[in-house]
Nanobody, 123 residues
């Protein structure tokens, strides 16, 4: 089993930055593709960024390309999301996800996700 705990959310003004962290527990962290999902009130759950098992391949939704960077460190069972140039539309609860898939694929219903961390961006 994999347990995921997110941290690093908060309130920030538009144009600011946040770095989200995800601490994973489990013996097989390196077997999972990892990603970040987000959900805002009244909106569908959205896949934001993913990274494959080795950290060599990434995916970003178009709306965050050039602003967000996902990374992972398998020896420490950690995954990160660096968020720069934040916009009010980025406001959401962000969830760390682990999925037994291929490559950098993470599904909207992954095998595991955490409790979420709130990101609020004011205009």
């Amino acid at each position: 089993q994999v347990q995921l705990v997110e941290s690093g959310g908060g309130l920030v003004q538009a144009g600011g930055s946040l770095r989200l962290s995800c601490a994973a527990s489990g013996r097989t962290f390196s077997n999972y593709a990892m990603g970040w999902l987000r959900q805002a009130p009244g909106k569908e759950r959205e896949l934001v960024a993913t990274i494959d098992r080795s950290g060599g391949r990434t995916y970003y939704v178009d709306s965050v390309k050039g602003r967000f960077t996902i990374s992972r460190d398998n020896p420490s069972n950690s995954v990160y999301l660096q968020m720069d140039s934040l916009k009010p539309d980025d406001t959401a609860v962000y969830y760390c996800a682990a999925d037994l898939t291929f490559g950098a694929i993470v599904r909207l219903t992954p095998n595991y996700w955490g409790q979420g961390t709130q990101v609020a961006v004011s205009s």
